[in-house]
């Protein structure tokens, strides 16, 4: 046996630390969720320009915040081509979201964009608004361009795409053509000359109700989908660990 039995040792210990990352994975998701669906009835803080400065925006991800401003149209990023489902995964770690009911119609297939728009808040500062997936055929389609002039919105804080690396590595960003085929926020906020904020409107609230009908764009139903696959390597760990366990008694008892 001697080194061998060092296996079932490494693979238990192994065990034992999935096990301890479950533990920190569940608890990450359930703050999450309790970001998303506060428990304690407090108001929805209205996002300022005096608070703009201070967020960081992978320690605020989905702290819920209604925002009052004018949406800069004329200034809209389309990111994509990406289906209806890609839209709303933004992550491979990070959380996301699912399609709403929103005001376009089309399969989860279906290829389309990821609509950004400058928002300039009430008392100043501009941030940005990811206001949903629209198909590709409505990506000239005006009508999201509606209600014009000082509106209220409620979304998510989120923190842009900044691990979706696969896709930008396969299909870079290029700023300067306008071209965007993820959600890099400081990337884009530089190129929209925005803060590095960016509130993801959602499809439970009744003030985004106003921006659902025909040519608005399909909102996001929040959730905290974080990858967690703990359980699953952890079984695996503790089952190496019982089969080498397993082989060795046999091989000691052969042996004599």
Known sequence: GGWLWAIPVVTFGLGVWQIQRLQWKNSLIQQAQD?????????????????????????????????????????????????????????????????????????????????????????????LVNRGWIPREMASDRRRREPQGTVTIEGILRDGEPKNYIQMLTIPNKPEKNQWHAIHLDQMSSWAKTSPVILQMTDESQLNALFEGAGQPVLAHPNANFRNQHLEYAITWFSLCAASSLLLVRSNRGLR
């Open 35 to 127: 970001r998303i669906y506060p428990h304690d009835n407090t108001p929805i803080p209205f996002l300022t320009s005096a608070q703009v400065p201070s967020i960081v925006p992978v320690d605020a991800q989905f702290t819920r915040m209604l925002a009052t401003g004018t949406f800069l149209h004329d200034q809209e990023i389309l990111v994509g081509p990406r289906s209806l489902n890609m839209a709303f995964v933004s992550t491979s770690d990070g959380g996301g979201a699912s399609a709403g009911n929103g005001g376009l119609i089309g399969g989860s297939a279906k290829i389309g964009y990821t609509v950004v728009t400058p928002f300039r808040l009430e008392d100043g500062t501009t941030i």
